[in-house]
């Protein structure tokens, strides 16, 4: 099972793409992980939405922040894969896709991301150097990581 990738701008998302990424997000983040927060954090509008589809499925998500608006860098956020896909290496495919996407939109620049701490050495593997800043984010621990260009 090898999900194609899309990358799309808010306002090129169709509803039924909008939906269904709001709503995995929500599954995951909110149900999932039992943290009611605000998800429509009106970052969405100036990020890029890179989508994982399986047979017209959305199996794998994440959103690419642009510099200034969550950090100084570039970031990646909102990562995630659907729960009944998971242990298929979707995340791996996730995120090589987006960081190749950074570097085709932005060039060789460094990414920051928040990210949950369980997730170091998966992060880490992609270059990935935890700057030490621990933090808690609605109740689960997260940590400041950095990517450097290159």
Known sequence: MKPVFVTRKFEDLSTTELYRLLQLRQEVFVVEQNCPYLDADGKDFSSLH?????????????????????????????????????GKQLGKALMVYALQEIRKIYGPVPVRIGAQAYLKGFYESFGFQDLNEPYLEDGIPHLIMLKPAG
Not at 74 to 81: A, D, P, W
């Open 50 to 86: 890179v989508m994982g589809f399986v047979d017209e499925e959305l199996v794998a998500y994440c959103r690419l922040v642009q510099p200034g608006i969550s950090y100084n860098e570039v970031s990646i956020g909102r990562v995630i894969s659907a729960t009944k896909h998971r």
